[in-house]
T-cell receptor, first 115, second 113 residues
Framework: EPEVTQTPSHQVTQMGQEVILRCVPI?????FYWYRQILGQKVEFLVS????????KSEIFDDQFSVERPDGSNFTLKIRSTKLEDSAMYFC?????????????FGEGSRLTVL | GNSVTQMEGPVTLSEEAFLTINCTYT??????LFWYVQYPGEGLQLLLK?????DKGSNKGFEATYRKETTSFHLEKGSVQVSDSAVYFC????????????FGKGTTLSVSS
């Protein structure tokens, strides 16, 4: 069964360092998403991506964040200069259509710990 | 604004017990409602959904009914199994244009034999 895969499963980094989280969405999906969950809090939407551009983003997704689909298969989330409050589980998701009609398929998540 | 509130966990049950996980929402218009489940070591999976008032979503013995009058979408199962142990997330998709799902905090269910 096709699945969304994410790497790394866990990354520990120092504050101020750049981090790239990688995702391989399901191959025929057209919409890609990043969500995050800070421990004990809600799963929060960060950004959605379609046709090689951001289609929607939340207030959380500030200039420190960027997304890219560099090679037609990977979908990456970059945090330029990590802060302690970026520590969270980051989930990638993909869907055939928009979330209103199409099911989102999620990866297992990448846990980011910023020290 | 749009939001989802779930009952606090963890919920601890014995096998074959009845399960209810409460979920209420705040939204304008007519959102779609979802329950996602995350089993240990896995990603979030869609469990069931309902797209309009009075719809009942069901899957794997779980059910939830879209109640617009009480703005609720409670998850129920008549007889839980150890394999149902997971984290359950209630979510809504606003009716306005856009693609973001809005999630609750998640409720951890632990079922013992």
């Amino acid at each position: 069964e096709p699945e969304v895969t994410q790497t790394p499963s866990h990354q520990v980094t120092q504050m101020g360092q750049e981090v790239i989280l990688r995702c391989v969405p399901i191959s025929n999906h057209l919409y890609f998403y990043w969500y995050r969950q800070i421990l004990g809090q809600k799963v929060e939407f960060l950004v959605s991506f379609y046709n090689n551009e951001i289609s929607e983003k939340s207030e959380i997704f500030d200039d420190q964040f960027s997304v890219e689909r560099p090679d037609g298969s990977n979908f990456t989330l970059k945090i330029r200069s990590t802060k302690l409050e970026d520590s969270a589980m980051y989930f990638c998701a993909s869907s055939v259509g928009t979330a209103n009609t199409g099911e989102l398929f999620f990866g297992e998540g990448s846990r980011l710990t910023v020290l | 604004g749009n939001s989802v509130t779930q009952m606090e966990g963890p919920v601890t049950l014995s096998e074959e017990a009845f399960l209810t996980i409460n979920c209420t929402y705040t939204a304008t218009g007519y959102p779609s409602l979802f329950w996602y489940v995350q089993y240990p070591g896995e990603g979030l999976q869609l469990l069931l959904k309902a797209t309009k008032a009075d719809d009942k979503g069901s899957n794997k013995g779980f059910e939830a009914t879209y109640r617009k009058e009480t703005t609720s979408f409670h998850l129920e199962k008549g007889s839980v199994q150890v394999s149902d142990s997971a984290v359950y997330f209630c979510a809504l998709r606003p009716s306005q244009a856009g693609t973001a799902l809005i999630f609750g905090k998640g409720t951890t269910l632990s079922v013992s034999s």
